[in-house]
């Protein structure tokens, strides 16, 4: 059986950096990944809100809301 | 052929919260999953700073960090 887990982004590059890395790593067979992009569905900000989410790029797991910040290096903006 | 993800931690609660959920939801079948404190071996963290790791609990997921951070419910600290 599948457990659920959500991906909640906005868009921005540091959301699909973690998404690609971060969400697509999880192990498929055990969960059940959904990616929400919050900027185009807004009626599902409660919800993310009701999960414990502050932030985003967000993943929602096992009811527990855990924020990812990739932290971009400062050369690669040099 | 299963690549590397490193976990680094402290131990802290936020840290063992992260690493039950996060690291353990990645799929070990394309992620040789290492676990690292950093408390109790200092001498990687020099690794872990060359990754990118600014705090801790971090995960270095093909070769990009990314920190985590679990937002603790104030409401559970009533």
């Known amino acids: 059986m599948t457990q659920k887990a ?4 906005a868009g921005c590059p540091v959301c699909v950096a973690a998404e690609r890395s971060v969400a ?14 919050l900027g185009e569905d807004k009626r599902r900000v409660a919800e993310a809100e009701a999960a414990g989410v502050k932030s985003v790029p967000a993943l929602v797991l096992d009811g527990q809301a855990f924020h990812i910040n ?7 903006l040099k």
């Open 70 to 76: 990739y932290g971009a290096a400062l050369d690669a």
């Open 24 to 37: 697509e790593a999880l192990d498929h067979g055990r969960y059940d990944v959904e990616v929400v992009h």
């Open 6 to 9: 959500v991906f909640y982004h």
